[in-house]
């Protein structure tokens, strides 16, 4: 069966979900147990035993097995996943990001308690490359489903088509996750030269000095400047943007309809300025268009997103004072246009 276009999303992206390994390990528990509506027999479990270097452990059907998740040892500490049957114990310690730092002592106590006449198999499941913890065997999910693309032919024919789209889904969802999403590995290459290293860490100091003295004038507006009596009981809310070097300092106008006016306070490098909304957009844009056109203030414009931007704010730097009888002035000007609901305590 083709893998999905690298381009589309696979559910368990739409979910949230890939990098979840509680999630990883119950999609597998299911799999790996032949007896399951999957279809697909003992294939995930063989294909699992073949990238572990236990492909010939029988040649017969995998049959009376038992998948359990999260199995408690005797000091509480959990494993995985166990599967037996009368012939196999297979202990398994799942990895997506994290590093196999788990009791594996007390998971080889708890698996030789349970081994009697069994062959015991341990296997360290993981994303990318690991090294061998004692006698556990190391196997990337890049193996188990190379193994399972291999089978996945003579199977279909049983599968159940649903379980089957589901089992491809996530061997797309891991593979995407193996070869990564995140920092591209030529920023990466440019900041372990160490030329570039310290200039890296003195700019996020900067950014960081001046988020936080941002935030330090927001503060300072919030507490030395009341707002003006037509809004009281409301209260300022803050709300760093985590797309765009800016804090906002945000308050809500609560309308009677249910619907509410929002004024944004916007702190960047280049200025203050100050944007209002309608909430929920974009069903109170046009109310919203409303309300300004009809107030004596001028000065502001439409931008995207049914957002109203109210221009001549000071530069960064700018007097805190100045800001704040500004921005009562609007929400004076605001108020007495608006039938606010009145506010709950």
């Given at each position: 069966?083709?893998?999905?276009?690298?381009?589309?999303?696979?559910?368990?992206?739409?979910?949230?979900?890939?990098?979840?390994?509680?999630?990883?390990?119950n999609i597998l528990a299911f799999y790996l147990d032949p007896a399951e509506a999957h279809g697909l027999g003992d294939l995930v479990l063989r294909a699992l035993l073949a990238a572990a270097g236990h492909e010939t452990v029988s040649s017969n059907p995998l049959t009376g097995v038992e998948v359990n998740r999260e199995v408690p040892t005797a000091n509480s500490?959990?494993?995985?996943?166990?599967?037996?049957?009368?012939?196999?114990?297979?202990?398994?310690?799942?990895?997506?990001y994290a590093a196999p730092y788990n009791p594996f002592t007390e998971y080889e106590s708890y698996?030789?308690?349970?081994?009697?006449?069994?062959?015991?198999?341990r296997i360290l499941l993981s994303l990318y490359p690991t090294a061998s913890v004692g006698?556990?065997?190391?196997?990337?999910?890049?193996?188990?489903?190379?193994?399972?693309?291999?089978?996945?032919?003579?199977?279909v024919p049983t599968a159940d088509p649903k379980y089957l789209i589901f089992l491809t889904d996530f061997i797309n969802s891991l593979r995407k996750l193996e070869k990564g999403t995140g920092m591209d590995k030529s920023f990466i290459d440019f900041i372990n030269q160490s030329d570039n290293k310290k200039g890296v860490l003195q700019l996020c100091k900067a950014v960081k000095d001046l988020r936080n003295d941002m935030r330090s004038h927001l503060?300072?507006?919030?507490?030395?400047?009341?707002?003006?009596?037509c809004a009281k009981g409301l209260k300022w809310q803050f709300w760093?943007?985590?797309?765009?070097?800016?804090?906002?300092?945000?308050?809500?106008?609560?309308?009677?309809?249910?619907?509410?006016?929002?004024?944004?306070?916007?702190?960047?490098?280049?200025?203050?300025?100050?944007?209002?909304?309608?909430e929920p957009r974009p069903a109170m844009t046009a109310t919203a268009r409303g309300i300004l056109e009809n107030l004596a203030i001028t000065g502001w414009k439409e931008v995207s997103d049914g957002r109203f931007l109210l221009a001549n704010f000071p530069g960064y730097g700018g007097d805190l004072g100045l800001i704040s009888q500004a921005m009562?002035?609007?929400?004076?000007?605001?108020?007495?246009?608006?039938?606010?609901?009145?506010?709950?305590?």
């Open positions: 069966m083709p893998a999905a276009p690298a381009t589309q999303r696979t559910f368990l992206e739409i979910a949230g979900f890939p990098h979840y390994e509680n999630v990883c390990s500490k959990r494993l995985d996943l166990v599967i037996k049957n009368d012939d196999l114990l297979i202990g398994i310690e799942n990895k997506i698996l030789a308690g349970e081994q009697g006449s069994r062959t015991l198999v006698g556990w065997v190391p196997v990337r999910y890049a193996q188990l489903f190379d193994q399972i693309l291999a089978g996945l032919e003579a199977c503060e300072t507006l919030a507490r030395d400047w009341p707002l003006p009596d760093p943007d985590p797309d765009s070097l800016a804090d906002v300092l945000f308050l809500h106008l609560p309308l009677k309809t249910g619907n509410k006016l929002v004024l944004d306070l916007v702190l960047e490098p280049s200025g203050w300025r100050l944007d209002i909304r309608g009562n002035g609007w929400i004076e000007a605001l108020c007495g246009s608006l039938v606010l609901a009145p506010v709950s305590k």
